[in-house]
Structures are given as C-alpha cells and as structure tokens.
C-alpha cells in the first residue's frame, strides 16, 4: 500500500468547494481565549477554579494576568475546568502535538 500525503488525497477524493468549506469549519472550531475568557465561557468564578485548582483566588487572578505560565500551572487550570491541555507545536500549514510534556 502507497503512502500518500493529505493534500494529494484531499485532492483527489475532495471538491474545491468541500476543501474551502472543510477549512472553514475547522478555523471556525480553533477559538482563541485567554485564560480569564475561557474561565468565563465554562461560567465558573475565580473562587470557583482557585478551589478547584487547589490555589488561593489571589494566586488564581495573578495567574490570568500573566503572559508566561508554567506548563504545569497551566494544565492544572485546565484541568480545573475539567478539560485536558495538549501543547501543539505549528509549522506552516502543520500542526504536531507533543506528547509527555
């Protein structure tokens, strides 16, 4: 059996309007939030996740202002929502998820 990339199968077996409308679906479904959007889309309060997360609400807000989070930190919030966190590494039109991090 012959390896084929996704592109030349996409290709092949989609039509352009089903490859556009495919791309589109998928950017629709990459939302961007930071931390406090995404706390607040899942309707929880900061005491509710600083509990969850095993923290202080103070730790918690400093936490949501900041530009740099440890991994650890971060999928421990994550987890307080009752989500998992994948780290995905991008490369032009490629994405990579990297596992045990």
Do not use: C
């Amino acid at each position: 059996m012959k390896t084929q990339r996704w592109s030349e199968l996409k290709k092949q077996k989609l039509s352009p309007e089903q490859i556009a409308a495919s791309e589109q679906w998928a950017e629709q479904e990459s939302l961007s939030m930071t931390l406090r959007e995404l706390r607040e889309f899942a309707q929880k309060t900061q005491e509710d996740m600083a509990s969850a997360a095993n923290m202080t609400q103070s730790e918690l807000s400093r936490l949501e202002r900041r530009d740099d989070h440890l991994l650890s930190t971060l999928r421990r919030y994550v987890e307080a929502l009752g989500g998992r966190l994948d780290i995905v590494a991008v490369f032009d039109n490629r994405q990579i998820r990297l596992e045990n991090v």
